[in-house]
């Protein structure tokens, strides 16, 4: 067996693994760290497909800053304790029932299916190589996707202030 | 490897994604389950991509098909960054008005 095949099923089940503890713990601080395992595997994923690029990206944007983000709003919130009130066991079953049923039809449509041929890789994934195509035929979406991100900050940004009558309140108080 | 293994591990993350958004109740696990679903989508796109090269370098050794199909993963993740963002400024909002994030108070729509 060569050495990307076991590597290829030890990041799968690492990834499943991790994606089912995601939402069978309790906690959401331990959700929010398995999610990092599964973005992990993820990435190693991406190098075991010649991705390196996307691998970095995928472990700077979201094992690192969207992660970040998400446990910074946990702890704001003061959510350690396990405060989900019991959901009725049917509402869980149906929904495990949906979503098997929803694999399984997918699984059976998509089962057969051919090989990745070999070959020798022109290196698609190299950061030179995606570096030259952004810029040169994708540099109009690049620029737009920064106005995007201006947009989605100021938006965060007007939606986390604190309203009016919030804030005289809290002001009348010290 | 064969694709399909990459398509049933796709289909493994995005179904159990879709599970989580339907039991669980927390807002901040569902947006969670959202972004592993769109994880699992990204991994099958970076998968077809390889094979697309892989086909293609068998006709021309020098073709760099597949390359699209990394920049649309990439753009794929900006704008979820985007959208996390967004999204966790809302659900700090609703915390902030309902002092919780459970979503079964969120009903006000149906009423």
Known sequence: ?174 | MPINYYIFLSVCLFCIGIIGVLTRRNAIVIFMCIELMLNAVNLLLVAFSRMHHAAAQALDSSSLAGTEAQIFVFFIMVVAAAEVTVGLAIIVMLYRNIHSVDINFLNRLKH
């Open chain 1, 1 to 174: 067996m060569p050495i990307t095949e076991i590597l290829f099923w030890a990041l799968s089940a690492a990834a499943i693994l991790a994606a089912l503890l995601v939402i069978f713990s309790k906690n959401p601080v331990h959700s929010v760290l398995w999610l990092i395992v599964v973005f992990f595997a993820i990435s190693g994923h991406y190098v075991l497909l010649n991705a390196q690029f996307l691998a970095i990206v995928n472990m700077i944007v979201y094992a690192g800053a969207i992660m970040v983000l998400f446990l910074f709003v946990i702890m704001l919130m003061n959510m350690n304790a396990e405060q989900e009130p019991n959901k009725s066991k049917w509402m869980k079953l149906a929904g495990i029932i949906s979503g098997g049923s929803l694999m399984l039809i997918l699984v059976a449509s998509l089962k057969n299916s051919t090989a990745i041929a070999g070959g020798q890789d022109a290196g698609i994934g190299l950061i030179q190589q995606l570096g030259r195509t952004l810029f040169s035929d994708y540099v109009v979406p690049f620029e737009i996707s920064s106005i995007l991100f201006l947009s989605a900050m100021v938006g965060a940004i007007i939606l986390g202030k604190k309203e009016k009558n919030m804030n005289e309140t809290n002001f009348s108080k010290f």
